[in-house]
Structure formats: C-alpha cells, structure tokens
C-alpha cells in the first residue's frame, strides 16, 4: 500500500473573496492506493446466419454453454446480469440506387456483465469462455468488493493535509491557529485504475493485469485566527 499526498490550499488573512478577515481556508487533498479485489467484465455472443431463426439458437446454445461454466467455475448467480439482447437484419448494399437495400442474413448477440469475486480465475474464466464459443469482449473493469474504508483513510488523509497545511501557513504568517469554523468535502472519487501487473493463471489462461486502483477526497476547512 502507499499513501500519497498531494496539496491545495487558499489562504485568506485579510479579506479575500470567500473569506472573511480572521480566517485562513485551506483545501486538503487525500489519495490512497489499493490492490482490487473484484472485476467485473462484459462478454458475449454474436452469430451471423441465413435466418433468425438459426441465429437466435445459436447464440442461445452457445450463451448456455457460457453460462454454464461460469456457474462451474463458481460464479454466483447474483453476478451475472444480461447487459444486452439483439436481433437484427444484415443489409446488402447496393453500389447502384436502382436496386434497394436488401437482407441478406440476420445477426442475434447476447452480452452478459459478470462480476468475479476471486480474482486468481479471472484468466481461467476468460480463456474458458472463449472456448466455449464467447466471441465479444467488451470490457473489463477492476474494483472493490468494499470500497468505504479505503475511501474513509482518504477522507482522513485529506483532513490531516489541510490541517498540516494551515499550521505552517499561520505560523509562516505569525499568528495562532484557532477552532475549525467549517469543514466540508469537495467529493470522494470512485477507484481508478494505476500501476498494472500481469498475471496469468495457467497455460489456457487469458493474461490480466490486474494493477492498483486509486481513491481519493478533496476536503475545505475554515479556521478562525486565535487572537
């Protein structure tokens, strides 16, 4: 885990625009770095055929197979959500404007969002979809399964930061730091992906880079200037 800290502030000793005189502002900024615990990845399957018949069952067929090895390889059933069903016609074009568009084929797909909790199969999982007839990916998210206490040591983080920030400035402008007159949280921001490390799990499986997500709040504190 590292902790990084990155600093804002606006100082306010006289009367500047959102201050009045007797107070310093200081905008604290607080980051924490995570390794993830959960992904979440969209997949599915998409066939091309004479009919629509023949194209929904086979996509039919084929997401079954998916699914199946999903729920095999233990993914629960509450992780798997359909994202997208479609069916649509395949048009031939053509060069000249007399002769009108026509249908040639139909086109059915299927996407599902799964969330894998065990990270160490992700690459199991999408080299085994893929043999089983999985043909579109289209993508792969890395999370946490509980993301409130690393959100919580960023909150922490932020706030000791303005505070460091508005002792020095009081004691650089030679006046005693009072009471916090306010506090308030400019946000907390969803983890985002950083630093990425592949892993691969076994010969059949699809490298991942799984990497470290970041998360970070942006806290403002007044404080009144002891007299």
Known sequence: MRIARLWMLVVALASPVGAMAGEITVTGYGRV??????ATITLGVTHQAD???EAVSNVAQTSGAVLTTLREMGIDARDMRTSDLSLQPVWQHSSSSVHPPKVTGYSASNRVSVRVRDLE?????????????????????????DAKPAQDEARRTAVADAKARATLYA???GVS???VI?????????????M??????SDMAMPVAEGELSLSATVTLVFEIAE
């Open 51 to 53: 009919n629509a018949r």
């Open 196 to 201: 990425m490390r592949e892993a691969l799990a």
């Open 177 to 179: 730091l009072g009471s």
């Open 182 to 194: 306010s506090l308030s949280e400019a946000g907390v921001s969803a983890p985002r992906p950083m």
């Open 121 to 145: 199969i992700l690459g199991d999982i999408l080299g085994r979809v893929t043999t089983d007839g999985a043909n579109l990916f289209q993508g792969l998210t890395f999370g946490l399964q």
């Open 33 to 38: 770095d995570r390794v993830p615990d959960m």
């Open 171 to 173: 004691e650089a402008a």
